[in-house]
């Protein structure tokens, strides 16, 4: 395989939501000749973000992002493209997903993803919201992160519930790989 045949571009799209939109996204994407390895939705607010890794041959790729332009100026988009490679995985131990809860204060995302970085954890997925709950506003998030092999994984886990006693979250920690 040559690097012309199988090339990769990451698509993001923003824009009010509305019904239609993935509709006439992933339509392109196909009338360009390139498939959809991965892709992600939030509804932040009002807006619709649509997130999508595509692959094709170099071709493809060229007219998703020569045509991608003027769709998304048609549907009130605005668009972004980065070409980009296969995802090189590196080594690690286990794979877990973390859910923790609490109060909402500024500041708990930050120190956790802070404390992760600290201690070389990569972080693959994120999701986070706030909710109403007795009259005070709380917050959720769902992490799911690769423990490298040399981070004694042990050592991680009491240093994580040192630092959820300090912000006052309660968390769940579910090994998944």
Wanted: hydrophobic content about 40%.
């Amino acid at each position: 395989m040559t690097a012309f045949e199988n090339q990769q571009l990451v698509l993001t799209a923003i824009g009010e939501d509305r019904s239609g939109i993935v509709s006439e996204l992933t339509q392109l994407v196909s009338d360009c000749h390139c498939n959809i390895i991965d892709s992600r939705i939030a509804i932040l607010g009002n807006e619709f973000t649509f997130i999508m890794l595509l692959s094709g041959d170099m071709s493809a790729i060229s007219r998703v992002e020569h045509t991608l332009p003027v769709k998304g100026m048609e549907l009130g988009l605005l668009t972004m493209m980065k070409r980009t490679s296969a995802h090189q995985h590196s080594n690690f131990s286990a794979g877990y997903t973390l859910e923790y809860h609490g109060i909402d204060m500024p500041g708990t995302l930050s120190k956790i993803t802070r404390f992760f970085a600290e201690q070389s954890i990569n972080i693959c997925s994120l999701k986070s919201d706030t909710y109403e709950e007795a009259d005070e506003t709380h917050m959720r998030c769902e992490l799911e992160i690769n423990i490298p092999t040399d981070v004694d994984v042990d050592a991680f886990k009491i240093k994580f519930e040192d630092l959820s006693g300090v912000l006052n979250v309660d968390y769940v920690l579910r090994r998944i790989r």
